[in-house]
């Protein structure tokens, strides 16, 4: 057993160095690639609307929940889940909760991989100069080539997985930490440039229009539930990431005022992704449902056509892969964590299989872009079928089990122990954890299903 004051694997060397790590798991493709091209297929404003109505009232509380679970139990969440669990007098079997966790966490990271794979493959592109000058039409083509080509992705989703696997083996503070020390301001800072390329590109008020005038006739209860599962999925929450990194937040540290920043940047980058993307989008005539390729086919538009353009294609896709890479490591963190504490595995040894597993998974997940396009279940080939059940299903219901154990089974006293905010805020949390999250995440499914 731990001492509770650290984990054995190491605490971040301050409050900040949480920050950036937690900001680097929630800021990743979730925002820039996935939420512009969601919000494409799901008609724009309302689909917008509904995802920060989840940000704020489901999102934060049970960030909040995420963190002081994981720091109080100073563990993997599994382990974690099974000393709070005996601590709190409840079943031993919400323990289950981990492992829930860790296999979302898996199931995400090989698709997540092999998009950051894309990432890489135009990284490359951009160095050469192949946007200069092209219009979308050649765009377009440059991404089909793409998708046509299995052993292209293979290669990249390799190169990433392996990057990913190098700094989870580094560790906490050497691995986890420095990987994003100076990723999030540059990442802003290229966002904002982007935005302002396509404040004069033409379509702005077209593109800011999509994006907020919310017409709620757009959307249906699958919208509503891809909008929710989202909020879990840019906040890195109910798998298990968010807490094994809370388990290395130092105690003195505040949680509530930590997740309003956390949730604030994330916000901020997924709406600057979008304000860059749908001008774009529009001034060139593209479809805004087009689906993952979205990013892929908008942004290399505006590099090839904007002054300075080759640099900061470059210094993009440099960013949106370290981006990836600070989620990645959170993904397959708690694997890796609980791998060390109960097989008796070194960290290097830990990522190595994990990290092994998930590319093999990974590689179907290539050919469900090509080869095995047309091989479907529940109508969902196996991308569609990963992003669905992660996103849509395991998350939220992971994240409403965390807001009933904070809520419902954890003493009162631990919690207030844990959070110290004031009286008022500590009674709004847990309206929100105990009622709100679990009503809101059992009527959308209910709705989802036809029952409601
Ligand atoms: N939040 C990350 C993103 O937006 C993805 C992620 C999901 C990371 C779940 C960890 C856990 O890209």
Redesign the pocket.
């Known amino acids: 057993m731990t001492d509770k004051t650290q984990s054995i694997h190491g605490q971040w060397s301050s409050r900040f160095a949480f920050i950036l790590a937690a900001t680097g798991?929630?800021?990743?493709?979730?925002?820039i690639w996935?939420f512009p091209y969601i919000t494409g297929e799901n008609g724009g404003g309302a689909f917008v609307m509904v995802y920060l109505l989840c940000v704020a009232a489901l999102g934060i509380p049970i960030m909040i929940a995420e963190i002081m679970l994981g720091r109080r139990g100073r563990q993997s969440p599994i382990n974690t889940m099974k000393s709070l669990a005996a601590e709190a007098g409840a079943d031993p079997r919400w323990h289950y909760l981990g492992w829930c966790g860790m296999l979302a966490?898996f199931l995400?990271l090989a698709y997540?991989s092999v998009i950051a794979g894309w990432a890489l493959a135009y990284l490359v592109k951009a160095f050469f100069g192949v946007f200069m000058n092209s219009n979308a039409e050649e765009i377009k083509r440059l991404f089909e080539n793409l998708m046509e080509s299995p052993i292209q992705q293979i290669f990249w989703h390799t190169v990433f997985m392996v990057l990913t696997m190098h700094y989870v083996m580094r560790g906490v503070q050497n691995g986890l930490e420095k990987a994003v020390h100076f990723l999030m301001p540059a990442l802003f800072v290229i966002l904002i440039l982007l935005v302002a390329y396509a404040m004069s590109s033409g379509a702005y008020e077209q593109g800011m229009a999509f994006l907020f005038n919310p017409d709620f006739s757009k959307i249906d209860a699958d919208a509503v539930l891809t909008a929710m599962g989202h909020a879990f999925?840019?906040?890195?929450l109910g798998?298990g990431?968010i807490m094994v990194y809370g388990s290395y937040l130092p105690n003195h540290v505040s949680i509530a005022k930590t997740t309003f920043f956390i949730a604030g940047a994330d916000t901020v980058v997924a709406l600057l992704a979008g304000i860059a993307i749908f001008p774009l989008v529009f001034a060139n005539n593209l479809e805004a449902s087009s689906g993952p390729g979205l990013i892929f086919q908008t942004l290399p538009l505006a590099f090839g056509h904007m002054g300075g353009g080759w640099l900061f294609g470059l210094l993009f896709f440099v960013l949106l892969i370290f981006a990836?890479l600070s989620?990645s490591i959170?993904?397959i963190e708690p694997a890796v964590a609980w791998l060390v504490e109960n097989k008796n595995l070194d960290r290097r040894q830990a990522s190595i299989w994990s990290g092994s597993a998930c590319w093999l998974l990974g590689v179907g997940v290539v050919f469900s872009f090509n080869i095995w396009s047309e091989v479907k279940l529940f109508d969902k080939n196996l991308f569609q079928l990963l992003d669905y059940l992660t996103a849509n299903l395991m998350?939220p219901l992971g994240g409403v089990a965390i807001a009933i154990f904070a809520g419902w089974m954890m003493k009162q006293s631990h919690a207030e122990q844990e959070l110290e905010i004031p009286a008022e805020g500590f009674k709004a949390w847990q309206f929100l954890i105990k009622y709100v999250a679990p009503a809101a995440v059992f009527l959308v499914f209910l709705h989802v299903l036809g029952v409601l």
């Open positions: 798991s929630a800021v990743g493709l979730g925002n996935k966490g995400i997540y999925f840019t906040l890195s798998m990431a990836a989620s959170s993904l998350l």
